[in-house]
């Protein structure tokens, strides 16, 4: 007997229809003699729904009473798939986030899973049972209602996976794997077989949102291997594990976008020792994010101009940290928030010289501007203007193969 989770995301129980759907996948894996437990998310489009409700009362809604909200979404999935496996004549039960209890700890809408009581869902499960979790939220120690984050239902199914010492988790969503970049964006993208978790760790911090990132990090720590797979054909999915467990007959495995960066150009700082951290030390302080950052050498000596990028949600605040900022002096401050980061990631980029010529010399063939560069021991990562982001993935992706 092999023990589950399987995690449903929010366009696989989008409506009444897809929830049969997926009582069926789950009754056939349960007839097959697995024990189940079933993670869900809120159907597709709730969960910003209800932020947008929240907005309609007050911009800055309260936090604590948010997390009761958003969390409203995934309990309604939970009910109506448990009433779906129970017209299927299963003994099917839903378990909500107090119920089971799911503790976590920090903040409101970012907090984090840290415990799950057991017995009474083994036991339940040892009794014939199937088990319906809701993705994305538990209660802090003080018995309030939290959320850990957009996308969060990976996450929870990777903490089930964990403290319920389960065989596998199975990530069942709207493609059928994870795809050299969005198959939705870029149709020739190919379906990645096998991948490691550090790369698809940087895929998705830097946007592919096939897999949540933390939910990611906490597969690799743990050793927990994952299968992303379609809700809605039968193919095979893609199978996240270790970097042992893979050859390497390519340089770059996907690349990845986002349009969520900004980036603010400095001019002419005052060019002395201990600028950048002026700079930098009030940011961190206000939790901003400072991703790139490039300094150029002055011709004069005296003044430089310093380029950073951060989160584009950030950036009226930057400028405001920035202007009250008095430790620092410089002409001008200019920013962009149009801009997109295009990162090619791969575990075969280690050995093999030449990737980040070939990439750079690619984008200027097709006129792209790089406007900053970060790199890691697995990826590469430029800012381009925003217009250019469809033609540089799909530029990427022929010159590094993997059309
Ligand atoms: P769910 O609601 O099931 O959690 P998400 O919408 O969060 O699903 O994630 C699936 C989506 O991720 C796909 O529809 C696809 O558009 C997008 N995506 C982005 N990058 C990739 C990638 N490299 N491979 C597969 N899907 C990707
Ligand atoms: N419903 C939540 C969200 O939309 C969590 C999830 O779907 O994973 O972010
Ligand atoms: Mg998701």
Redesign the pocket.
Known sequence: MVKKVLKF????VGSIERIHHVAQIIKKEHDEGNQIIAVV?AM?GKTNELIDLSKKIEENFDKRELDVLLSSGEQVTCALLAGALIKLNLNARSWLNWQIPILTEGDHSNARIINMSIDKINNFLQENGVVIIPGFQGISKDGLVTTIGR?G??ATAVAVAKIFDTDCCEIY???D?????????IPV?KKIDKISYDEMLE?SSLG???MQSSAVQTAMMYNIPLEVKSTFTNREGTKIFERENIDYSKSVT?V?YSKDDAKITLVGVEDKPGVAANIFEPLSKAQINVDMVIQNISSDEKTTDITFTIKRDDLTKTKEILKQNKRIKYKNITYNNKVSKISIVGAGMVSTPGVTFRMFKGLAEKKINILAISTSEIKLSVIIDEKNTVEAIKQLHTIFDLD
């Open positions: 995301g929010g366009t696989s998310s597709a996308g239902s990976d969503t709207d493609v794997g994870v795809y050299s970049t969005d198959p939705n964006k993208a895929l592919a949102k096939v996907g990845a």
